[in-house]
C-alpha cells in the first residue's frame, strides 16, 4: 500500500497557483490536506486485491470521479454509497478511462470476492481502450491533446468514427450490456448512472479553465460562494456535492429496485439512425 499527498491532475504546483489567486476556495486544503491510498494494483482503496470469497464487497467503477480526484476519501461517492449498504469498498476508478477499462477490470475481480453490487458511474464520453504487440491495454481518449505514439487508429478513423455520437454511445452502450451480463451470471445486481448531474453550486458557469487548471473565476460568483463551496482540491474535478449526489442517486436507485438498474439513456436512438442493418 502507498500514502500519496498528491496524484495526477492534483498537483501541489497546480494547487500552489490555485491557492495564490483564490485563497478562501482552497484554505481548507491547506489545514487539512487530501491523503490518497492505493494499493499495488494502482487503485484508491484500503487493501490489496488478493481473492478472498469470505469478504463481502461492494465493486465501484468509474473515472476519476470514482477513485476521487482531488476529494477526501469520506467525500467520493462510492464511500457515501458503502455508508449506506454496510459492505467494505473495491475502488477500481482510473482516471482518464472509459466504459472499456471498467468492463476489463470488473471481469477479473468480480471473481476475487462475495460481490454484493457493482457501480458503475461515467458520463458517455470517447474514451477508448487498445492493446498492444505485448497484450497491454492502454487508454485513448480523443478529447485531450493526442500523443501521437499511443494513437492506435488512422485520422481518418478518429474523425470520422471515434470522435461522433453515434459511435461513442454505441461504445459505451456494448460495454454496458457486456458489465451487466457478466453481473447476471453471477446473480449481483448492477447498477449504473451514465449522465453527470447538473451542478448546483453554478461552479461550472462561473469558472474558465484551461488543461486542468483553472484560469479564471466570475467575481460575483467568487465573493458569493467561496466560503460555502466545497470544490476539489485540483480545481477542475467536480465539486464535493456532485460526488454526495451521485450516491444519493445509487441510493434511491437500491431502494427503487431489487435487481439493478441502468439510467435511461438514447442508446438507439443515437446508435441506429447511422448504423444500417
Known amino acids: ?118 457501480f458503475y458511474f461515467q458520463d458517455i464520453n470517447a474514451r477508448y481502450d487498445y492493446f498492444d504487440e505485448n497484450q497491454h491495454t492502454h487508454p485513448f481518449s480523443p478529447q485531450f491533446p493526442p500523443n501521437k505514439s499511443q494513437q492506435p487508429c488512422s485520422n481518418w478513423y478518429l474523425s470520422k468514427v471515434l470522435v461522433k455520437d453515434w459511435y461513442i454511445y454505441y461504445n459505451y452502450f456494448k460495454n454496458i450490456m457486456a458489465m451487466k451480463g457478466i453481473c447476471d451470471v453471477k446473480n449481483v445486481p448492477f447498477w449504473n448512472i451514465s449522465q453527470f448531474p447538473h451542478d448546483p453550486t453554478g461552479y461550472y458557469g462561473a469558472m474558465t479553465t484551461g488543461y486542468f487548471e483553472i484560469k479564471d473565476i466570475d467575481k460575483e460568483w467568487y465573493e458569493n460562494n467561496a466560503d460555502k463551496v466545497l470544490l476539489a482540491r485540483d480545481g477542475t474535478h467536480s465539486p464535493a456535492i456532485i460526488q454526495e449526489i451521485v450516491a444519493n442517486k445509487f441510493i434511491r436507485a437500491m431502494k427503487a429496485n431489487k435487481n439493478g438498474y441502468i439510467q435511461e439513456a438514447p442508446y438507439r436512438e443515437k446508435i441506429f439512425q447511422k448504423i444500417s442493418p
Open 1 to 118: 500500500m502507498q500514502k500519496l499527498y498528491w496524484h495526477n491532475t492534483d498537483s501541489e504546483e497546480c494547487f500552489n497557483k490555485h491557492y495564490e489567486r483564490f485563497p478562501e476556495l482552497f484554505q481548507v486544503y491547506k489545514d487539512k490536506p487530501v491523503e490518497y491510498v492505493f494499493n499495488s494494483a494502482g487503485f484508491r482503496m484500503k487493501f490489496e486485491l488478493e481473492p478472498d470469497k469470505s469478504r463481502k464487497v461492494d465493486i465501484f467503477l468509474g473515472c476519476s470521479h470514482t477513485y476521487g480526484a482531488g476529494h477526501y476519501w469520506e467525500n467520493t461517492w462510492p464511500y457515501r454509497v458503502a455508508q449506506y449498504t454496510g459492505n467494505e469498498i473495491v475502488n477500481l476508478g482510473l482516471g482518464g478511462q472509459g466504459s472499456e477499462a471498467a468492463f476489463f477490470n470488473l471481469n477479473k475481480y468480480i471473481y476475487y470476492y462475495d460481490v454484493q453490487n457493482v
